[in-house]
């Protein structure tokens, strides 16, 4: 039972556009979230995470947003750029209880 | 000053062996955890060392996995008599703190067992 789910397994996005990354939780306890992003080879690196009080983060490129009572974030990425392409793991905390989705593999095409 | 590092980087063993891998958290970091990457998967969350209190294991897949952290520093992740479903990539992250600080990754090691 997947209690954090990543339903499109990869996304291809043309460059400068918008990429929009959704996840899915289904444990009401999370109330941190966090995207990490992995290259081949690398391990995951972070990128920005919201806590469960607010419903939108903003990091330069990267937008996070939580719906609570949807059970749903996403994270957009605009402009996409090449170097994005990557595969985005959703992940979620509720005390020591952390979770990491499958991840989607976005391709941002030239 | 580094980040987190992770030796061997890749492992190939035969069924039956044992393994150990090592985590050389970042210096300062309190809490490290160890997950797993099979194919085509998502991280899989072993286990959980903070501070100097007891490691939360409830990720471990069998009893055939153990892990210690010496001197709450390095970390050894230890699979006895391993199995081909054991093969995956094994990835070490350590935060500062705890749970909800950000979790910074080491490069993994690649465990193959023929």
């Known amino acids: 039972d997947q209690q954090v789910k990543q339903n499109s397994p990869s996304l291809s996005v043309q460059e400068g556009r918008i990429s929009i990354l959704n996840c899915d939780y289904t444990?009401?306890?999370?109330?941190?979230f966090l995207w990490y992003k992995k290259y081949p080879a690398e391990g995951p690196t972070f990128l920005i995470s919201i806590s469960s009080i607010k419903d939108k983060n903003e990091d330069g490129r990267f937008t996070v947003f939580l719906n609570k009572s949807a059970k749903h974030l996403s994270l957009h990425i605009v402009p996409s750029q090449p170097g994005d392409s990557a595969v985005y793991f959703c992940a979620a905390s509720a005390r020591q209880n952390f979770v990491f989705g499958p991840g989607t593999r976005l391709s941002v095409l030239p | 000053g580094a980040g987190v590092s992770q030796s061997p980087s890749n492992k190939v063993t035969e069924k039956g062996k044992d393994v150990e891998l090592r985590c050389d958290p970042i210096s300062g970091h309190t809490a490290l955890y160890w997950y797993r990457q099979s194919l085509g998967q998502g991280l899989e969350f072993l286990i959980y060392f903070q501070g100097n209190s007891a490691p939360d294991k409830s990720g471990l897949p069998s009893d055939r996995f153990s892990a210690e952290r010496t001197g709450g520093s390095v970390s050894t992740l230890t699979i006895q008599r391993t199995q081909q479903e054991d093969s995956a990539v094994y990835l070490c992250?350590?935060?500062?703190?705890?749970?909800?600080?950000?979790?910074?990754f080491g490069p993994g090691t690649r465990l193959l067992v023929l």
């Open positions: 992250a350590s935060s500062l703190v705890g749970f909800q600080e950000t979790q910074y």
């Open positions: 444990n009401s306890m999370f109330d941190y």
